[in-house]
């Protein structure tokens, strides 16, 4: 019985015996990733230009079209072109230097015939940097006069705005009133720059500076009477007009801060 017992019982070697050494070497699909040294991975891979290129020897592929234009960097925000899928920089701020300069050959010409739709585009970048300009000139001749002309230009643009408005029956907005007031300004800015070399608290001064507040005047009523069609009002649109700029005028001769 008992030698019947040992004879039936289960054998348990074949768990004890050692590890086939074959096992793991046959069982290759385990491995789900290729070696690193298999040139098949390598061709596969696209390149950053969107081909398809060899590890071993280099040469495209077609696979992929297209390819990844190479960024220009920060300083594309300043250029005309500006950054791929946005305006540029300076289309943004409204600065135009094309209309900047016919504007002010317009007003360097007032003789000619002025356009009715010349203010359709109104813009402050050249206004202020006439008045940056004229504030330099007479910073560069002795006077810092840049806080009485940005007063006097605030002022004298809504008051000139206000008197347009009750005198037109069209009316016209604040900000192409001191776009059209700015640009005049050119000629005065001129004489800002005579300044710098010239006294102009003499005769010659005087007379530049009354030749400058007749020019800025007639150019600025020529705009406004042109845009508003008021030619039947037109001095009475010059009165106001030509009272403003002869206080420019006046910084140029004077030095209203010493005064002061």
């Known amino acids: 019985m008992s030698s019947f017992m040992f004879e039936t019982s289960p054998s348990y070697q074949h768990a004890r015996e050692p590890p086939n050494p074959t096992f793991y070497s046959e069982s290759s699909n385990l491995q789900f ?30 696979g992929f079209g297209g390819t990844i234009q190479q960024p220009m960097g920060w300083l594309s925000a300043f250029s005309s072109v500006g950054l791929e899928g946005e305006p540029p920089l300076l289309e943004e701020l409204g600065i135009n230097f094309s209309h900047i300069r016919a504007k002010a050959l317009t007003v360097l010409n007032p003789l000619q015939r002025i356009d009715e739709r010349i203010m359709d585009d109104a813009d ?14 007479l910073l560069l001749s002795g006077r810092s006069q840049f806080g009485y002309i940005y007063g006097i230009a605030l002022l004298g643009s809504a008051s000139i705005y206000l008197l347009l408005n009750l005198m037109s029956p069209s009316g016209i907005d604040a900000y192409r009133t001191a776009s059209v007031l700015g ?19 003499s005769t010659l001064g005087y007379l530049l500076s009354s030749i400058s507040v007749l ?3 007639y150019s600025a009523s020529s705009i406004f009477v042109t845009v508003l069609r008021m030619s039947d009002q037109r001095l009475l649109v010059a009165y106001p007009v030509g ?8 910084f140029s001769v004077f030095d209203i801060g010493a005064a002061a």
């Open 33 to 62: 990733y290729s070696s690193g040294n298999d040139p098949q991975y390598y061709d596969s891979r696209p390149s950053l230009e969107g081909n398809m290129v060899s590890g071993a020897t280099g040469a495209p592929q077609s």
């Open 124 to 137: 402050m970048a050249g206004p202020i940097i006439f008045c940056f300009c004229f504030g330099m000139f």
């Open 183 to 201: 640009y005049c300004l050119l000629p005065m800015v001129g004489v800002g720059a005579l300044s710098v070399t010239l006294k102009l608290n």
């Open 215 to 217: 020019w800025c005047t």
């Open 243 to 250: 009272l403003l700029y002869g206080c420019f005028a006046l």
